[in-house]
């Protein structure tokens, strides 16, 4: 298990990925680099070590490409390109590939990458939206009429995947999708083992009931453990920090008012009205605001 939480000026993140309840190896992985403003899950697949390595070497080369200056579609296509020759090169490599999903911060304004079934979902207070689509299977059946959401959450092809990082030597079409957070939503990247124990409504009532991103991706990830486990189940939560409280100014005005008429008063009638208006501690705050004779 890994945890790791941080705030940068305007946007914060935590991070937790853990085996499950089943499986003894985790095969997934987690980016996190607030200084490129990048985040991504990766889900390996292909068991005996294989996805393990899938998932890490594809973050390790999309953060390297990244860092290089390279586009979002262009770093996913490279760390595509990477497991693929990662495979080629490994005795017993056939079958290693990873569902990937990325985001890339300019501010509030995010760029979304992903191939294969790992999500990203936009929530509120009292919304949830998915930001992705699912390269697999059962949802190119639902897209087509011949399953509903329903059906395709029980069917036993579910797991099948259509496109993913080392699938094949085509040119992998990653999709791509743009927004703004807005204050007080959160933005969550998780792999198929959150979403598989987790509704979407599940999902979005334990976001709009946990205060801060650690606890939520906390509760997250024992939630899907509570439903079963079945598989490695990760997630990043990110949002922007609150903006600075709003300094009050009628004490201020106040104080303006009563020095504007402190040069027609002695200090002893200037003493009283203050005791007058119950002005706790005013006497002390008015030594910042003295006028200079």
Same mark, same amino acid.
């Given at each position: ?6 705030f940068d000026s305007a946007l914060g993140?935590?991070?937790? !990925? ?7 190896? #985790? ?27 899938? &998932?890490?070497?594809?973050?390790? @080369? =999309? ?25 080629? !090169? ?29 999500? *990203? ?18 949802? !190119? ?6 399953? @509903? ?9 579910? #797991? ?7 699938? #094949? ?40 009931? @946990? ?20 598989? #490695?189940i990760s997630c990043i939560a990110?949002?922007?920090? *609150? ?15 009563? =020095?504007? &008429? ?32």
């Open positions: 298990m890994s945890i790791s939480t941080s993140y935590a991070a937790l !990925t853990v085996a499950g309840q089943v499986r003894k190896c #985790n095969e997934d992985a987690l980016l996190c680099c607030p200084q490129l403003c990048l985040w991504a899950v990766a889900d390996g697949m292909g068991g005996h070590g294989r996805g393990e390595l899938a &998932s890490a070497l594809a973050l390790e @080369t =999309l953060h390297r490409l990244v860092a290089c200056g390279q586009d979002l579609r262009s770093a996913v296509q490279g760390a595509d390109a990477a497991v693929l020759a990662a495979a080629e !090169t490994r005795v017993g490599g056939y079958g290693m590939g990873a569902s990937l999903v990325a985001v890339r911060f300019a501010g509030a304004d995010f760029q979304l990458a992903w191939a294969g079934d790992s999500r *990203a979902y936009r929530i509120g207070g009292d919304s949830i939206r998915q930001l992705t689509r699912d390269h697999t299977w059962v949802q !190119t059946m639902v897209d087509a009429g011949r399953l @509903t959401q329903e059906e395709a959450s029980r069917h036993p092809l579910r #797991n099948l995947v259509t496109r993913c990082l080392g699938l #094949n030597h085509d040119m992998l079409a990653v999709e791509l999708v743009q927004g703004r957070l807005d204050q007080g939503e959160r933005l969550l990247l998780c792999s198929d083992g959150l979403t598989r124990e987790l509704s979407d409504a599940r999902i979005q009532h334990l976001c709009a009931h @946990t205060l801060s991103l650690d606890t939520l991706v906390g509760a997250l990830v024992g939630a899907a453990e509570r439903m079963g486990g079945s598989d #490695n990110l949002g922007l920090a *609150a903006p600075p409280a709003r300094t009050e100014e009628r004490p201020r005005g106040f104080l303006r008012r009563l =020095l504007k &008429s402190a040069g027609k008063m002695s200090g002893a009638r200037l003493r009283r009205k203050i005791d007058a208006r119950s002005a706790p501690g005013a006497l002390a705050r008015m030594a910042a605001y003295r006028p200079v004779a």
